[in-house]
């Protein structure tokens, strides 16, 4: 996801609404659902607002496709979710591009977070903005609120490849099980077979 991280310093401004400035602790998890007039979308990253920026074709593009797959080829008990946030810790709630759930933890109609144990794999379409979070911080936060499964896109020369990644239970860490350029074909977490050329077609 395409997105700039505000770090402001606690000086009132005159345009600036309240809630950008954090309290002296950071902000937590569950006030992404209680400040008023938040942009939709945002993040929650060590405590600090990540605001998103205009989507591009090409990120798009990718998360319609794969969103479309992944919801053709999933078993019944799972579902997949599209920029919903997952609480990952106090201060951690990031909104990943594609996410895979738990068929149950979808609760009821009002819900605007899933927790990390529900996920089974998060997704990201790397953008220039959100290299560094997209390539090292959400990964490391991803795996250590122990979710199974880790997609990261690139966008190489106007192609998808795509890095997966799974959780080795071990290190608590990703390990890189695969490099897919034309083709996105996996046993785990089920049984995928995606012509990553397709999305020149979307």
Not at 63 to 80: C, F, K, N
Request: proline fraction near 8%.
């Amino acid at each position: 996801m395409t997105a700039e991280a505000v770090i402001l310093e606690m000086t009132p401004h005159p345009s600036l609404p309240d809630w950008v400035f954090p309290p002296p602790e950071g902000f937590v998890a569950e006030d992404l659902d209680h400040i008023p007039d938040l942009p939709a979308h945002t993040e929650l990253i060590d405590g600090s607002l990540v605001f998103v920026s205009p989507q591009a074709s090409f990120h798009m593009r990718v998360v319609s496709l794969l969103e479309s797959e992944l919801r053709r080829a999933a078993p019944a008990d799972l579902r997949v979710r599209r920029e919903m946030s997952v609480i990952l810790g106090r201060d951690q709630r990031p909104e990943p591009d594609l996410c895979v759930i738990r068929a149950d933890a979808d609760q009821h109609a009002k819900q605007t977070f899933y927790r990390a144990q529900e996920v089974l794999l998060v997704v990201e379409v790397v953008s220039p903005e959100s290299e560094t979070r997209d390539r090292k911080r959400k990964p490391v936060l991803y795996a250590e609120a122990g979710i199974p499964h880790f997609w990261r896109v690139e966008n190489h020369s106007d192609k998808a490849v795509i890095y997966v990644y799974e959780l080795d239970p071990g290190t608590g860490s990703y390990a890189r099980t695969g490099l897919h350029h034309d083709r996105l074909k996996l046993t785990v977490p089920f049984d995928l077979d995606i012509d990553l050329a397709e999305i020149d077609r979307i």
